[in-house]
């Protein structure tokens, strides 16, 4: 990105397996040496974190109080997986990714060559909570107080569940969706977008999600026969290859789809710059 840990004015971490129940920003700010009171903090959205870090990010920027923001999606989640369940422990990996966002000072978040986050939407729906979750799970613990004591709970979580079918089912319907409606809000087309950049869980996912947007597969990024699921890591290690290899290349339009937990989704029209 050019920037050094000075130029850094917001750190927000998309995670939802932190070291630190607390929040892992600050101590990712410090460690990579942010100036002291450099704002940072955690953002819980699953599998859509980086997605609505990203959207989170361009909102303080948009309103002047933010030049560069770092961006970051982080997920361990082979500690949560129930390793006795083979359909969905093999989808998991563990991996962390960043992306640094500057606002431009004369025109706005996308300059005057449109670079910049051109569009987006996002969307959740608790009633499809139980089919992908990782709940609190308090073991009862008795304690002496006056009387006949007091029952508290010794904090931890179980190990993730997830109904693949509901979410194949919810992903297929509801990405497609919001894809469009973010290009709407760009004011682009399909035909438009250089590639289409999807939150990496499946790939029979990303052709449905392809097809039914009427992009080819050529379109599309992936990196999932790498790494897996990586949850909110999903999005920047798969952008920073394609970077990296040459495959994105300034100006391109990238139309990016964050889905998960929550339920939760959402799409954002990126112009590379």
């Known amino acids: 990105s050019g920037k050094s840990p000075e130029d850094i004015d917001l750190v927000i971490c998309a995670t939802s397996s932190p070291d630190d129940l607390f929040g892992d920003a600050p101590s990712i700010a410090s460690a990579v040496g942010c100036p002291k009171g450099t704002p940072a903090f955690d953002l819980t959205a699953a599998c859509s974190g980086f997605l609505f ?17 770092l961006v970051i999606g982080a997920d361990a989640l082979t500690r949560w997986v129930d390793w006795d369940d083979r359909n969905s422990c093999i989808l998991f990996g563990d991996g962390a990714g960043a992306m640094v966002l500057t606002a ?31 709940i609190y799970r308090g073991e009862p613990k008795k304690i002496s107080t006056p009387g006949d004591g007091t029952v508290v709970h010794d904090g931890s979580y179980d190990l993730m569940t997830m109904n693949g079918r509901k979410v194949y089912s919810f992903a297929t319907r509801e990405v497609p969706t919001v894809v469009e409606e973010a290009m709407a809000k760009a004011g682009i087309t399909a035909d ?33 026969y790498k790494y897996g699921n990586t949850s909110a890591a999903s999005i920047p ?37």
């Open 53 to 69: 870090g990203t959207v989170t990010a361009s909102q303080f920027m948009a309103n002047g109080g933010v030049k560069n923001a």
């Open 237 to 273: 290690l798969a952008l920073d290859e394609a970077v990296r290899s040459g495959q994105v290349k300034k100006g391109d339009v990238i139309a990016c789809a964050g889905f998960g937990a929550g339920l939760s989704w959402g799409a954002a029209i990126l112009k590379w710059g």
């Open 192 to 224: 438009d977008v250089d590639h289409l950049l999807l939150h990496q869980a499946n790939i029979r996912i990303m052709e449905t999600v392809a097809e039914r947007l009427g992009m080819p597969m050529e379109k599309v990024i992936t990196n999932l």
């Open 104 to 134: 431009d000072e004369e025109e706005g978040e996308g300059g005057g060559d449109g670079i910049g986050l051109l569009g987006y939407a996002m969307h959740s729906n608790g009633l499809g909570y139980n089919d992908l979750k990782c």
